[in-house]
């Protein structure tokens, strides 16, 4: 049944058309577009897009396609407009050396913002993600080492790892991650920038960042493919490294673009990928169909459920935030309590 707010929603909200609006966070007045399609479904994925230094979400909104993608795939985008700097230009607070005054939380801002959403517009709270370019990029990393109990996954596109975001990185729960990057971009450097040479402070390379979510997520095999060099023109092609068979079934994916620059492929720079498609296919093979208690994701409240609960603590396997149904932190007895009234119809 369709929660009172999404009753509320379909009168007062044009379906397929983005908006502009406000919300109200840290003391301060902040900005997103919003779209939702006309033929959304309750508990559909919420995809955030974050824009770069510089620019802004109307920008990303319009290079990146992923409208009319939601149109095709039946989940929401929100894009939401990073603030103005000291240098008149917009961004969102990954720590950059030249923001070293800068004290909002941008980390903050999209998590209450991600839970507004998934209340007010019934949008599924397990299947929500993030994406962007370049800063937006860096951002999705963040949220990923501090919002991870909020994001299935993450997709970075041109996007780094900075240093201080590695050496504080310790997420509640393993998260699939897609790369894609340039080996020739000269914003973000691929083999990174220890010494802070370009001034926007030490960050790592491309290589190390991914061995680092390779490991979080306790993959235990790896892909290499060459993709087809489909437009030749464009002076580049796509080599991909898939790290496989990690905890939960995660996987990282990293798209590493030969001679590719500060692009998001598809719509400028490399053309043999879209990378607004690949986040999307990514996002879409690590969603969940998830209903409380359902654990083993079959679609059925049953006595597997509580097998797989028993399993989860008799081999004392890594933390998975889908079993602890009472929400206290750990996966034990209770939560099993928790399955069996589910079952039997006890709120």
Request: with cysteine; aromatic share 16%.
């Amino acid at each position: 049944m369709l929660r009172t707010s999404m009753i509320i929603f379909l009168a007062s909200f044009s379906l397929g058309q983005p908006v502009l609006e406000d919300f109200y966070h840290g003391g301060i007045d902040r900005q997103y577009h919003l779209y939702i399609p006309e033929d959304i479904e309750p508990e559909s994925p919420l995809v955030f897009v974050f824009h770069g230094y510089t620019s802004s979400a109307e920008s990303i909104m319009g290079y990146s396609g992923i409208n009319e993608i939601a149109d095709q795939n039946g989940f929401a985008v929100c894009y939401p407009q990073g603030l103005v700097d000291d240098f008149g230009n917009t961004f969102f607070n990954v720590g950059y050396s030249f923001h070293w005054n800068q004290t909002v939380d941008d980390v903050g801002f999209v998590v209450a913002l991600a839970e507004y959403l998934q209340s007010e517009y019934n949008l599924s709270e397990v299947n929500t993600f993030s994406t962007g370019m370049s800063n937006g990029g860096d951002l999705s990393y963040l949220l990923a080492c501090e919002a991870s109990s909020y994001f299935r996954a993450v997709a970075p596109i041109a996007g780094v790892m900075m240093e201080w975001i590695f050496e504080n990185c310790e997420p509640e729960r393993p998260m699939p991650l897609l790369e894609v990057h340039g080996t020739n971009d000269n914003v973000s450097w691929w083999y990174g920038d220890l010494e802070d040479v370009d001034g926007w402070g030490p960050y790592l390379g491309v290589d190390p960042a991914i061995q680092f979510w390779k490991e979080i997520n306790n993959c235990n095999s790896v892909v290499f493919d060459t993709l087809p060099n489909t437009y030749e023109n464009d002076g580049s092609y796509v080599v991909t490294e898939k790290y496989l068979e990690g905890t939960n079934d995660n996987e990282v994916w990293l798209y590493k673009v030969i001679n590719g620059g500060h692009d998001w492929p598809g719509a400028y720079g490399n053309m043999d990928i879209n990378a607004s498609d690949l986040a999307w296919e990514f996002f879409n093979d690590f969603s969940l169909s998830y209903e409380i208690g359902d654990v083993d994701h079959d679609g059925q409240l049953n006595v597997l459920d509580i097998l797989f609960i028993l399993d989860h603590i008799q081999m004392n396997m890594d933390y998975n935030f889908l079993y602890d149904l009472n929400n206290d932190d750990s996966v034990d007895v209770n939560d099993v309590y928790s399955v069996i009234a589910l079952i039997l119809g006890f709120d």
